[in-house]
């Protein structure tokens, strides 16, 4: 049976970047029949960026990220949902394959370069991540990982990794694709410069209140193409136009597209058609946020199921990978 695996952090509001790059493919995969799906709030790899983890807010963001992914569609009897920390074995597989990756493969990895040269003190965690996410996906033997394209360095590491544990130890795992939504594999910041991102600060959050959102749309930066109001704008060059292409439908864009060239509307109409189509993506969603919010208990429910079933694999994974690996076998005294 295909696998499918993903993670998210809980570092706190999730964004429409998270949402567009990765949820939107973890509900349709999740549907898909003849694939088994695993997604998991990784929270083991949330204290790895220092300026991110607070150990009062860990739990409930955890328990927020689950909510909000099941609000944004996922089905907890279609798909495994789970805390990472309620299995174990993921940390365990880490370190095995922590022995055997070499120095080099993770101090040249782009997102530590850049996070660690934001840090006076860089925890070994942060650099030890990808290793940590390889033995996520490795561990259930997925081999479609859902994902934006800020992950796909990791995604080749974990790849290597198979590879070099099935050379050594014999066939175990299969080399994990990523699996990008190619409308939105990077979506941008409000600020249209940088990828969309908590720790730049250019984010919509998914449940963030809608005044809020229309103030973050209506300062959207204009395209260069449109220096004075007569200038023909250039919709290739603008981000309200790129977001417009997230949540509105093709032949809307088209003909706004043809419409704004010529200068037939302003960048003002477009916001606030962009604000419109957003909504009717967004409301649906928070509206099933406030409701699990009012009954907690069914995303606890859902998350210690999860951990149940994906326990089960990742356990027999681990004792495949423990006799391979050469370790002694646990002793049980015999009774008789
Ligand atoms: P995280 O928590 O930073 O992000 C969760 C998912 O959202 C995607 N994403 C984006 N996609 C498009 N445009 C954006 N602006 C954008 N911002 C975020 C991310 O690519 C990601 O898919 N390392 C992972 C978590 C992880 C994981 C795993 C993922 C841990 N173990 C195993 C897959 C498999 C991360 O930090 O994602």
Not at 35 to 54: F, G, L, S
Not at 109 to 135: I, N, R
Request: aromatic share 8%; proline share 6%.
């Amino acid at each position: 049976m295909k696998r499918v695996f993903s993670g998210i952090q809980p570092t706190g509001d999730l964004h429409i970047g998270n949402y567009l790059g990765a949820m939107v493919n973890y509900v349709a995969l999740g549907n898909q029949l003849g694939r088994e799906a695993i997604y998991c709030i990784v929270d083991y790899h949330a204290p790895t960026n220092p300026a991110a983890y607070d150990k009062q807010l860990l739990a409930q963001r955890t328990l927020e990220a689950a909510l909000v992914n099941m609000a944004a569609g996922l089905d907890p009897d279609k798909v495994i949902l789970f805390a990472q920390s309620h299995v174990p074995e993921h940390t365990e597989l880490a370190w095995i394959f922590t022995t055997q990756t070499p120095y080099g493969d993770l101090t040249r990895m782009t997102q530590f370069k850049d996070k660690a040269s934001k840090l006076e003190s860089v925890p070994a965690g942060l650099l030890m991540y990808p290793v940590l996410m390889a033995a996520d996906i490795l561990i259930y033997k997925a081999d479609t990982v859902p994902v934006g394209d800020d992950q796909t360095q990791h995604l080749e590491i974990a790849r290597e990794i198979a590879r070099r544990w099935n050379l050594e130890y014999g066939e175990t795992f299969p080399e994990p694709q990523t699996y990008l939504n190619q409308d939105a594999p990077r979506v941008p910041g409000v600020d249209g410069k940088a990828k969309m991102s908590k720790s730049v600060g250019n984010t919509i959050g998914l449940l963030e209140d809608e005044a809020s959102i229309w103030a973050k749309i209506r300062t959207m930066p204009d395209d260069p193409a449109r220096i004075r109001l007569s200038d023909p704008g250039d919709p290739g060059r603008s981000v309200v136009f790129k977001f417009l292409s997230y949540f509105a439908a093709p032949e809307l864009v088209a003909v706004l597209r043809q419409e704004y060239a010529r200068r037939g509307v302003g960048t003002l109409v477009v916001k606030e058609l962009l604000m419109q189509e957003m909504m009717k993506k967004l409301r649906p969603i928070r509206q099933r946020a406030d409701a699990l919010r009012a009954n907690p208990e069914r995303v606890l429910d859902a998350l210690e199921d999860g951990a149940r079933r994906a326990r089960a694999i990742a356990k027999a994974t681990m004792e495949e990978v423990r006799e391979k690996f050469g370790l002694l076998p646990r002793h049980t005294k015999s009774k008789a």
